[in-house]
């Protein structure tokens, strides 16, 4: 099954999650990821409160880690419709101080100078890695072609990237990435790449993830 048909499932939702939440949930996608798990009781009452399909609790619970279950279940929450946010609070029960903090964060609202990701000079000049670029693949999720565009690939360049992988998601954006990739040659850096996701809205840390 491809990464489209995860995020969207049977009967999947036809709206996304509110973009306040869904930067929020981006902006401490690590943390979380580090002190969450996943398994007991959030998963759970997400496929219990239909945010989840069984096929998607069966791919988090596929993870080899805690911190990777959680990962694969913040990739998913954002496509899962308005409800997704708020059902995920309701599940934080057993870490009542990790809910709590995000809705203090939520009713402060965004500071003039939220911390980003910050990366090594020596890492930021690098050219990305096709497993680099395979991870940060699997990432993306509906700002895949923004991202692209915005790295300079054309209406042109998706479609063909769409055409040659029709079933898969994942071989799309990873293929695209690699022609963004090859087309720069040594000016296609991390920086280069960091500065594309930033424009298109996604969360620094989403690159640092895939660079861990």
Do not use: Y
């Amino acid at each position: 099954m491809n990464q489209r048909d995860l995020r969207s499932g049977t009967g999947g939702q036809s709206l996304g999650m509110d973009p306040v939440h869904r930067a929020l949930l981006r902006s401490h996608r690590l943390e979380l990821s580090g002190q969450l798990l996943v398994s007991d009781s959030i998963v759970p009452l997400l496929l219990q409160e239909e945010v989840l399909t069984e096929c998607q609790a069966e791919h988090i619970e596929a993870q080899p880690s805690s911190r990777r279950r959680c990962l694969a279940l913040l990739d998913l929450l954002p496509a899962r419709g308005p409800r997704a946010f708020d059902c995920f609070m309701r599940s934080l029960e057993d870490f009542s101080w990790v809910r709590d903090k995000l809705l203090l964060e939520l009713q402060a609202g965004p500071g003039p100078g939220a911390p980003e990701v910050r990366l090594p000079d020596l890492v930021l000049q690098k050219v990305p890695s096709d497993l680099v670029l395979s991870r940060l693949a699997s990432r993306l999720g509906s700002e895949w072609e923004a991202v692209l565009m915005g790295l300079g690939l054309s209406s042109e360049d998706l479609f063909r990237c769409r055409s040659d992988h029709p079933i898969s998601t994942h071989g799309a954006v990873l293929a695209g990435l690699v022609q963004w990739r090859r087309r720069g040659g040594k000016t296609s850096t991390v920086q280069t790449l960091l500065r594309g996701l930033q424009d298109s809205g996604v969360h620094p840390s989403v690159l640092e993830d895939v660079l861990l």
